[in-house]
């Protein structure tokens, strides 16, 4: 009877807080701005990021896990493209982004020449060390370092023929020590305050690609930022028993910096986190959601599936094994209990100029949010 009226509290109180939804989208549509510039390595974006996120919390009276700031200085190297992104195969220009990618390891490139083909889909200008890859989909990311050719990905849609001459102007530079933050906020609890519930998220992106070019991430991951964002909203007008961290990481997309960082010099004690949560992808929905480390946490996922069940919430929760695809993984390298959640179905955009704000449809987000709270609570009540 307990547990019935516990199930029927949560869902009657989730219900009157759960539906921001104005909020979440103003925090996907700000971040994927250009002002925020991909939130990556070129024109401040990842700072400006970062600032908005300390502001949210700040303004929801969430303090700073370390008592001072919300900010966990680390840095990192990184190969940028801050200028010039133009190439003109067989006399048309090129669109960047849309029509072609500069790999991220790529060196910057000046100057004109035949291309030699390799095969179906590689061609080669031997003389400014340039190799192009005929692509169907281009699928973009970052790098720590810096090559002494130039890659460039064409879609295989946007030329006619062979392509057999080029002319290009890519200009690069190699960062050996970008500063980044991760940011950290807690709500303390009201009976458990060295006990935690972690939820988190990376903030950063891939940032631009040349002076004319952004990726805005609205899927991956302004829509995970803004879910926590919107549960650390909610939880700060409800605090709870256990105390609730929330963890924005940066260096997500170059290789799991900031969570690996953060593990290696953490702000609390991870054998006091109860559960972790990361949020990546959470922005679609039409076919549920999956749940990395499900066969982990076989307990804590049937919970999860229970929840979902009883309240009719999303049509799938699908289990998923150990995997090193997001920000949860170091933290499970090192003992402590999580999840990595991400939606399925809806757009297919995924590291491209495509995945904006305003074809992002939000789904089950309202229901995530709910299930995520329903499952904190079983997690605090056991």
């Not at 103003?26 to 925020?36: A, G, M, N, Q, W």
């Not at 899927?219 to 803004?226: E, Q, R």
């Not at 926590?228 to 997500?252: C, D, R, T």
Request: proline share 4%.
């Amino acid at each position: 009877m307990r547990t019935l009226l516990l199930i029927l509290f949560c869902a009657v109180t989730v219900s009157c807080f759960s539906q921001d939804m104005p909020y979440a989208r103003k925090i996907v549509d700000t971040l994927t701005s250009p002002f925020f510039w991909g939130r990556g390595y070129t024109n401040d974006g990842m700072k400006k990021a970062a600032d908005l996120i300390a502001g949210e919390m700040k303004s929801f009276g969430i303090v700073p896990v370390n008592g001072s700031s919300y900010f966990q200085d680390l840095s990192y190297p990184v190969n940028t493209f801050p200028g010039k992104m133009e190439v003109n195969i067989n006399g048309k220009d090129l669109i960047p982004g849309v029509d072609f990618i500069v790999s991220g390891e790529s060196t910057h490139a000046k100057g004109k020449g035949s291309l030699q083909q390799k095969d179906s889909t590689s061609f080669i200008d031997v003389k400014n060390r340039i190799i192009i890859q005929l692509e169907d989909k281009l699928t973009w990311s970052p790098a720590p370092e810096e090559a002494d050719y130039t890659a460039i990905q064409v879609d295989k849609k946007s030329i006619s023929g062979v392509p057999s001459f080029i002319k290009v102007n890519i200009e690069n530079k190699f960062v050996k020590d970008y500063k980044a933050v991760n940011i950290a906020g807690m709500i303390q609890g009201t009976k458990y305050p060295d006990s935690f519930i972690v939820i988190t998220a990376h903030y950063d992106h891939l940032g631009g690609m040349g002076d004319r070019t952004y990726f805005p991430g609205a899927n991956d991951n302004a829509s995970g930022t803004s879910m926590l964002l919107n549960l650390a909203k909610y939880y700060a007008a409800h605090p709870q028993k256990y105390s609730i961290v929330f963890l924005a990481f940066a260096g997500e997309e170059i290789g799991l910096v900031g969570s690996k960082y953060f593990t290696e010099h953490p702000l609390f004690k991870l054998k006091q986190v109860k559960f972790l949560v990361n949020l990546d992808l959470v922005g679609t929905g039409d076919e549920g959601i999956t749940v990395v480390n499900a066969t982990e946490y076989k307990k804590e996922f049937d919970a999860l599936v229970d929840l979902n069940k009883q309240n009719n919430l999303l049509v799938a929760v699908n289990a998923r094994g150990k995997a090193a695809n997001s920000d949860h993984y170091w933290f499970t390298e090192k003992g402590v209990p999580a999840f990595f959640i991400y939606t399925l179905g809806g757009i297919k955009a995924y590291h491209d100029v495509f995945d904006k704000s305003a074809t992002l449809p939000f789904t089950d987000y309202a229901d995530l949010f709910k299930l995520l709270v329903m499952f904190n609570e079983r997690l605090m009540n056991e």
